[in-house]
Each structure stands twice: as structure tokens, then as C-alpha cells.
């Protein structure tokens, strides 16, 4: 099974809110990506980390930042929340690159 | 850019019955792996086939990965209410994973 977590499951919240995604694994993966993923829609990727103080944006742009600081986690941040930001933000984790990636169970963002 | 385009978008069916969904490509692949999305998680890996011409079975599923690596296939045999589900396909080059949008298959009871 896969150990990769990501809180909260849902989360509301009014416009100009700062917010942070978390995501962590416990696997040791060095990859870790963030997707953005519309209901019923394609996963685009945002960002993605090949291991510690490495950050890359990814083929969607995206007005949010992320962080690795440690191996296992890898949070990602608003500063300040819009409408359009509503959507579901989906952690990935993998060992090596084109290796399987192991999701967690999303994030659901709804900005009011 | 490598696109990969699946189809059909939208399959529903009754259970029972056979079906087959497809990825195609103009690109070569390293790879070619397939998931399973359920509403509201993320997506898990089924299978990966990295030969051209490769055959891998895992229960009533079949997936065929082309001889040139550019394509590929899902096919379900007698298909089950449990099939439901987004099946995205995604293919593997130098600059990691790209996804297909997926097929939406509904297996009515």
C-alpha cells in the first residue's frame, strides 16, 4: 500500500486566504510532484521536487509555490487564495523517474 | 511536447461485457503505465509494459503495449460494476511522466 498522505481532504475557504497543501511520505521516494486535477478532467503537473532543495514548476502554470526541506514532505502554498484555484491537488511520490508513482488521496480546494 | 490522447472519452456498458479503450501517441515511449482513478482519490497504478509488442494480464484485464511503442490498449473481459472508474494511461520519455485525459468507464449493474 501506498504511505503517501496528504491533509486536509477538503478544505473551504474565502478569497485572499493564505493556504498549505501537505503532503508526506514515508517511503524515502527522492521524486515528489504536486498535480492539479479537474473533476473528471486530465492531471496537469505543477510542480515537482528530485530531491531535497530541489523545486521545479512543472508544465501547468501555477501561482503556488512548494518547498522541500526534508525528503518526506512536501508542502504547497498559496498566498493568497482565488476562485480559480478551486480545484483537486493530488501528491505523488516515486522512487525513480518513470518508475510507478504512488498518489495520495487529493485534496480538494473550494475558494469562495 | 508528447501527447497522448485516449479513447473513447466516455464509455458506458452493462455488465458482462467485453470492452476496449485506447492510448495513442506520434511519440515513442520508454514506457507506458496505466491507472485507475476513483471518484474523490488518486490514481493507482495497474501496470506497466515497457517492451513493444508486450502482453501483461492481471485478472480480466489485458493490456497490450504497440510494437513501435507508441500506443497502447486496455481490454476488460466481462466486465464488472467494480471496473468503474477513470482509467488514465500515461506515457515515459526524458522529462518524466506525461498523462493522457483518461477514459470515464461506467459499468452499469
Known sequence: EADIYQTPRYLVIGTGKKITLECSQTMGHDKMYWYQQDPGMELHLIHYSYGVNSTEKGDLSSESTVSRIRTEHFPLTLESARPSHTSQYLCASSGVTNEKLFFGSGTQLSVL | ?109
Open chain 2, 1 to 109: 511536447t508528447q501527447l497522448l490522447e485516449q479513447s473513447p472519452q466516455f464509455l458506458s456498458i452493462q455488465e458482462g461485457e467485453n470492452l476496449t479503450v485506447y492510448c495513442n501517441s506520434s511519440s515513442v515511449f520508454s514506457s507506458l503505465q496505466w491507472y485507475r482513478q476513483e471518484p474523490g482519490e488518486g490514481p493507482v497504478l495497474l501496470v506497466t509494459v515497457v517492451t513493444g509488442g508486450e502482453v501483461k494480464k492481471l485478472k480480466r484485464l489485458t493490456f497490450q503495449f504497440g510494437d513501435a511503442r507508441k500506443d497502447s490498449s486496455l481490454h476488460i473481459t466481462a466486465a464488472q460494476p467494480g471496473d468503474t472508474g477513470l482509467y488514465l494511461c500515461a506515457g515515459g520519455g526524458a522529462d518524466g511522466l506525461t498523462f493522457g485525459k483518461g477514459t470515464h468507464l461506467i459499468i452499469q449493474p
